[in-house]
């Protein structure tokens, strides 16, 4: 066993220190799901219409069904036109009503939307639509990449700089970018910003992950993991709810982002570096400080003779992300792993994309959604205790995989039944995620713990930006989406295990060239 894991067991695995530690680092999971599911509220999008306010000078009294009626076109479905207009003309309005007017034009003078009294979205305000409505994909694409970045660069930093650190700087771009989110001028200006929330965004996750269980013993640290994740998935369900009562998306967005000055004060004043981290640094000195507040708070002393065989321990090795392809074991690790959290993710928002549509409102499909992901993380939480991460992680990639298959077999006038079972693979690949997160963070030695965790996380998400993609292919034959989502979710599951169990195992500390 190592000196930390010696320290560990006489300070408190899991003591009144750890379960304090625990809630906080749960406060900013919330903050997480609210930046990454928040623009489902801020670009919502609402029906609408060309401006045609021009035919009032020529009928002032004109109710808004009959100047639709003279002004707009009617597509196949009976519905009026959303990009399109009859071509204004100098007639007087008996003219116009007697003989119509035939030729059509894009709008020339803005849209009218049907929004709710007081609801807006980015859509509404910038006029995101027809022409300019890629712009929102485009923006949630952006979105992702910026995750994929800040996936590599906190890796880089919490490995060097260490964790608080890096959970702090998140933090700190979460709040400033979600303001400049609700403070842009125009759409291009949102999407430079929510690229730098996805910088922050989904990446604390890795890094409050590996804070918490840095400070645990092996038995529990899935369930500091899985209580991380459940509060994340709570943080859906509010988010519905808050999102539900304001309706404007620039004052939604600053609800979401301001309070994070409150917990960017409660991390700087009581959260503590991670001692195992500042051990494998070298720098011994103030890792005795934190365990011995750690014991103090747990009621705990620390064995002098501990103490010393601590100091004795211990190095100063430096690594870097170029180490784990270098070491045999970890390249192997990490490219078994980057697939499995590839294919967790391109099952993930692939399958979102086609289960999204329950013929209800948007917030009790949010709530919904949040919902599913609460008993994912419980069952989650049971089976990788007792059958360990391997076999849970190959068995809910190759569950989903094959949910996936299965609704390729379903008639398409069953659309019930289609719902459910995809959204069972929905529940297969939020299952496989969550050990992921867990699995992952238990591989990799803690010189480059981070680093490992951040680099699958980038393989996830290449997935995201690449899963609407594939619904694209439908053009060729509809059952290539559903065949690329169930295919590839099957074979990350057949190779984890290739994997190590690690299953109550103690964490490895520095890379070893074995």
């Known amino acids: 066993m190592s ?5 560990l067991k006489e300070i408190g695995e899991f003591g009144l220190f750890q379960k304090r530690l625990l809630i906080i680092l749960c406060i900013p999971t919330v903050f997480s799901a609210f930046v990454t599911f928040g623009q489902v509220f801020t670009g919502m999008s609402f029906p609408h219409h060309c401006n045609t306010n021009w035919i009032l000078e020529r009928g002032p009294n004109l109710t808004e069904e009959e100047q639709k009626n003279l002004t707009l076109p009617v597509n196949e479905d009976g519905r009026f036109e959303s990009c399109k207009m009859f071509t204004p003309v100098d007639w007087d309005l008996e003219t116009i009503e007697a003989y119509g007017i035939n030729s059509t034009i894009d709008c020339t003078d803005g849209w009218d939307y049907e929004a709710p009294e007081g609801a807006s979205s980015i859509l509404t305000e910038f006029d995101v639509v027809c022409d300019k409505s890629s712009l929102i994909g485009v923006s949630q694409s952006i979105y992702m990449a910026g995750i994929f970045f800040g996936a590599l660069a906190f890796g880089t930093i919490s490995d060097r700089f260490g964790r608080r650190f890096a959970i702090l ?12 989110v609700a403070l842009s001028p125009n759409i291009y200006a949102y999407t430079v910003f929510i690229f730098f929330t996805g910088v922050s965004g989904i990446p604390i996750l890795m890094t409050l992950t590996v804070m918490s269980m840095e400070w645990t013993d092996p038995s529990k640290v899935a369930v500091c993991s899985i209580i991380l994740m459940i509060v994340n998935s709570s943080g859906l369900l509010v988010l519905a709810g808050i999102a539900y009562l304001i309706r404007d998306w620039r004052i939604l967005q600053l609800v979401l982002s301001v309070p994070i000055v409150l917990v960017l004060a409660i991390f700087f004043c009581f959260i503590p570096e991670s001692a195992r981290w500042l051990i494998s640094q070298g720098r011994k000195e103030e890792a005795l400080k934190v365990l011995q507040r750690a014991a103090q708070v747990n009621g705990r002393t620390m064995p002098e003779d501990l103490l010393d065989k601590l100091k004795m321990e211990g190095s100063t090795e430096r690594r870097n992300m170029l180490d784990i392809f270098r070491i045999p074991y970890l390249r192997k690790r990490t490219l078994i792993m980057g697939f499995n959290w590839f294919a967790s993710s391109l099952m993930y928002f692939g ?3 086609n289960v999204s549509s329950f013929g209800i409102n948007i917030y009790l499909t949010q709530f919904i959604f949040g919902f599913v992901e609460i008993p994912a993380n419980m069952i989650t939480l049971v089976l990788i205790q007792y059958f360990g991460r391997r076999i849970s992680q190959a068995g809910f990639l190759i569950f989903g995989g094959v949910s996936c298959l299965v609704v390729l077999a379903i008639p398409k006038d069953l659309p019930v039944v289609i719902t459910t079972i995809a959204v069972l693979g929905k529940f297969g690949s939020t299952a496989s995620f969550n050990i992921a997160y867990i699995y992952s963070a238990e591989l990799y030695p803690t010189v480059l713990r981070q680093n490992g965790v951040g680099q699958n996380n980038m393989c996830a998400r290449i997935a995201g930006i ?6 694209l292919l439908e053009v060729y034959h509809h059952t290539i989406p559903m065949l690329l989502y169930g295919i590839i979710p099957i074979a990350a599951g057949i190779l984890s295990f290739l994997l190590p169990e690690t299953l109550n195992v103690e964490l490895e500390d520095y890379a070893e060239l074995k």
């Open 169 to 180: 700087l998140s933090l700190l771009l979460q709040l400033l970018f979600g303001v400049a």
């Open 3 to 7: 000196s930390f894991g010696q320290v």
């Open 466 to 471: 690449l899963a609407p993609l594939i619904w």
């Open 351 to 353: 399958l979102g994309l």
